[in-house]
Nanobody
C-alpha cells in the first residue's frame, strides 16, 4: 500500500486548464499502476484516467478523452492529470488511486486512495 496526497485543484472558468498532482509517500510507487477517479455531489464515482507502471499504456474515460492527459514521473513518485478545455460538468472531487499491478484495471483493484482535491468549473 502507498500513501497518496493530491493537490492542484481549484476554481476555473469554462475552457480553462488545471494540472493535478498526486505524490506517494512512505513507499515507492514504482511498482504501482496509477489512476484518477472523480465524484460529483449526488453522482456515482467515475473513472477518469489510468496509467501503467512504465507510463506506456494510458486509458481514459469517454467523457474526458481528447481533453485530459495522465502522466507520471517515477523520480518524483508523482502522477499528474492535465485537465484542458474544462466544462462545468467536470466539477467534482478528483481522487488519485493506486494498485500493485502493472496495468491500471478498475476501482475494485485499488488498494490506495488519496483524500481528494476539488475542481470547480464555472460557466
Amino acid at each position: 500500500q502507498v500513501q497518496l496526497v493530491e493537490s492542484g485543484g481549484g476554481l476555473v472558468t469554462a475552457g480553462g486548464s488545471l494540472r493535478l498532482s498526486c505524490t506517494a509517500s512512505g513507499r515507492t510507487f514504482s511498482s504501482y499502476a496509477m489512476g484518477w477517479f472523480r465524484q460529483a455531489p449526488g453522482k456515482e464515482r467515475e473513472f477518469v484516467a489510468g496509467i501503467s507502471v512504465s507510463g506506456g499504456t494510458r486509458t481514459y474515460g469517454d467523457s474526458v478523452k481528447g481533453r485530459f492527459a495522465i502522466s507520471r514521473d517515477s523520480a518524483k513518485n508523482t502522477v499528474y492529470l492535465q485537465l484542458n478545455s474544462l466544462k462545468p460538468e467536470d466539477t467534482a472531487v478528483y481522487y488519485c488511486a493506486g494498485q500493485g499491478t502493472y496495468y491500471f484495471n478498475s476501482a475494485a483493484a485499488v488498494d490506495s486512495w488519496g483524500q481528494g482535491t476539488q475542481v470547480t468549473v464555472s460557466s
